[in-house]
């Protein structure tokens, strides 16, 4: 690879990494072409990308971001690394890797380290965390029952305080007539 093709490399993966706010290295060395194959088809199908770049591209482009990846250098970036680029949910990268797995590709790929919305993640046993990590669309879900929740607690009550209302009054104007 010649010097202006490795500063290509590097400009598109810093362009990659500013416009995708999660991101996921991992490790898939051992895995047979096939094995790379299909968990290549399952991250198409989720609509993630994976792809393989050297570390040391990898660390020059994240040198051009504002954020600080040095956290990275000495742990995840070393030995055999893919990244996979995730535009959409932050959990969903975590959720393929494990899917993977759980379809008989053992402990392949191992995970070494995410970003999420520039928030670092390193090392295998973040994986469970993060796969169970709600997305901002879930949360935001959730806020928005648990506002809702009281209202209808309330207007629950209202109708049924209603009810034994017009239960109450009903009994007493047929106590009067008899």
Known sequence: MTKQEKTQVISEL?????????????????????????????????GVEYNVYKNTLIK?????????????????????????FS????????????????????????????????????GNDQLDALSKLKSKFELIGDVIMLLQSPAKNVISSLQSGQNKLAGILKTLSEREQA
């Open 14 to 46: 810093a362009q990659r990494f500013s416009e995708t706010i999660n991101f996921y290295f991992a490790d898939a060395s051992g895995l047979t072409v096939a094995e790379i194959n299909k968990f290549r088809r399952i991250c198409f199908e989720k």
């Open 60 to 84: 020059k482009a994240l040198e051009t971001l504002d954020t600080n990846y040095s956290s990275f250098d000495d742990t995840v970036l070393k030995g055999f690394t893919g990244i996979i």
């Open 87 to 122: 535009k959409g949910s932050g959990n969903l990268p975590a959720k393929v890797i494990k899917e993977f797995r759980k379809a008989g590709g053992g402990d392949k790929p191992l995970f070494k380290g995410a970003s999420i919305d520039t928030d670092l993640f390193i």
